[in-house]
């Protein structure tokens, strides 16, 4: 499964006061896509996105830990410390389109968010998730065992060229170990040190034994 990631900069930045005075701020607008090839060259089909942003808005969204980061995290697990933001809605409308909005958080990434919305900054969202692809006539198909890990991380830079974010988001590869994601490489590191472990085990006993028979065929 690789790191996939999805920028989109048609979203609002909002600062409004609540009923108590108290500064609000928001973003609100487009945060993922269906059936529409992305200028990565993806396509998320209605059905795979459908399902895993309903499966998203049950276990995180309703339950108030829909968090999201700000900048471009290189890993599928969201940092507690680097927190921004709460997803709170990702509904569908009747274009393809999934209409999210955040709250933005009193946390140290929080503020610095606050601070660019009040200095008009122009920020973007970018959608973070694991699967695999499927390439049909040069465009790559999301396939069904997609997971959406947050719907939103805000970026300071979604115009940037995508290459270089998704040469660095992409270019590894992660895989479901006992309910965890763990990168594949350190899981293959993992299991050859597991592997070489038990080989030596198995010499260690073998040899062993071997010492043993020699002593029962002395006597």
């Keep these: 499964m690789k790191l996939i990631t999805e920028e989109l900069t048609d979203v609002q930045l909002i600062a409004e006061a609540d ?14 896509q269906a059936n529409i090839k992305n200028r990565n ?11 895993e942003v309903n499966r998203y808005r049950k276990e995180f969204i309703d339950r108030k830990r829909a968090f999201g980061e700000l900048g471009h995290p290189d890993g599928p697990t969201v940092n507690l410390e680097r927190v921004s933001h709460l ?12 209409i999210g909005e955040a709250k933005i958080t009193d946390t140290p ?21 694991m ?6 006539g040069g465009t790559n198909y999301v396939k069904s ?18 290459a270089f974010v998704n ?6 590869e992660w895989i479901w170990d006992n309910g965890l994601l763990k990168e594949k490489e350190v899981s293959e590191i993992q299991e050859q040190i597991e592997r070489e472990t038990r080989e030596r085990n198995a010499k260690a006993n073998a040899n062993a034994f071997e010492n043993f028979m020699q002593k029962l065929t002395k006597r």
């Design 19 to 32: 009923e108590n005075g108290k500064k609000q701020h928001k973003i609100k607008g487009i945060f993922m």
């Design 167 to 172: 040469g660095v988001m992409e270019g590894k």
């Design 87 to 98: 997803i709170t809605r990702l509904e569908p409308d009747n274009k393809g389109n999934y």
């Design 131 to 136: 699967g695999t692809l499927e390439n049909k």
């Design 41 to 51: 060259g993806r396509v998320y089909p209605q059905e795979v996105l459908e399902k």
């Design 109 to 129: 990434y929080g503020k610095i968010v606050k601070s660019l919305i009040d200095e008009g900054a122009q920020l973007g969202v970018s959608s973070r998730g």
């Design 145 to 162: 065992d997609f997971y959406l890990a947050t719907a939103a991380d805000i970026v300071a830079d979604p115009s940037a060229p995508q």
